[in-house]
């Protein structure tokens, strides 16, 4: 199974992808250099992560997310029709599951 997850709003965004037992992952402020990332949608950690362990988008099986942005710890709100503006065509048939970051 091949996972990736995401951490899209607030501070320290970046990406995670494991891949049969393999596991890579990186922030965003250590791609772009801007401190904290703060509201920065991680498209270079996305890319990065499927980059390392050469994994094409339409190749996911899943991508769990924390919009880590809410006040109801069981709803995001972040609208997933936003995440998928974000994350591109490429991801149009990938699974996507908001998981809270508690």
Do not use: W
Not at 78 to 86: F, K, P, Q
Not at 90 to 95: D, I, L, Y
């Amino acid at each position: 199974m091949k996972v990736l997850g995401i951490k899209i709003m607030g501070h320290d965004t970046g990406a995670a992808l494991i891949v049969d037992g393999r596991v890579v992952a990186i922030s965003e402020e250590r791609l772009n250099r801007i401190k904290y990332s703060p509201q920065i949608f991680p498209k270079l950690s996305i890319d990065y992560c499927l980059q390392a362990l050469r994994v094409l988008p339409e190749e996911l099986d899943l991508v769990v997310y924390d919009p880590a942005g809410t006040d109801d710890l069981d709803k995001p709100d972040y609208d997933t029709r936003d995440l998928r503006a974000e994350l591109g065509n490429s991801f149009a048939n990938v699974r996507l599951e908001y998981v809270n970051h508690h």
